[in-house]
């Protein structure tokens, strides 16, 4: 089995909903967020500080926020990778607006029956390692 990698139609496809969601996340338009994730008990949702398991989990935090809260945030890169025709990962550097502080989010987008949907997503900051001890 080959799996093409980048088909472009499929970048363009996933890049477009990355942005979506981008847009329904600096205006704080909740339904929209709540469209991206696929609605299944396997969809995963590890925030700043929060874990989220399952699409019901995903959707009372983003209901329980101050529905005037914005993330107000400027995309410093994006990296969108995909893999075959259903299936792709988009991965972001962001910085909030007034802040020195570098953040990360990645997405793991699958293309399902009601279009691409966010499978499992990650956002943390940039900070200084911890060293594990063995």
């Known amino acids: ?11 363009q496809e996933v890049t477009t909903a990355f942005h979506r969601y981008e847009a329904a996340l600096n ?7 709540d469209a991206l994730f ?3 008990p396997h969809t995963l949702r590890y925030g700043i500080g ?3 398991y399952g699409h019901d989990q995903i959707a009372a935090f983003r209901s ?3 529905p005037k809260f914005v993330v ?4 410093l890169r994006l990296w969108v990778v995909t893999y075959g025709r259903d299936f ?10 007034g802040s020195q ?13 009601n279009g691409w949907r966010i499978v499992a997503a990650h956002v943390s900051f940039q900070g200084d390692a911890t060293p594990m001890k063995a």
Request: proline share 2%.
């Open 27 to 33: 205006s704080n338009d909740v339904a929209t967020l």
């Open 88 to 97: 792709g990962t988009a991965n972001c550097e962001f910085r909030r607006h």
């Open 50 to 52: 929060e874990q989220l």
């Open 64 to 66: 329980g926020r101050d």
């Open 38 to 40: 696929w609605d299944s």
């Open 101 to 113: 502080r570098l953040g990360r989010q990645s997405h793991t987008w699958m293309r399902t029956a």
């Open 72 to 75: 107000d945030r400027e995309l």
């Open 1 to 11: 089995m080959t799996l093409e990698i980048n088909i472009p139609e499929i970048v």
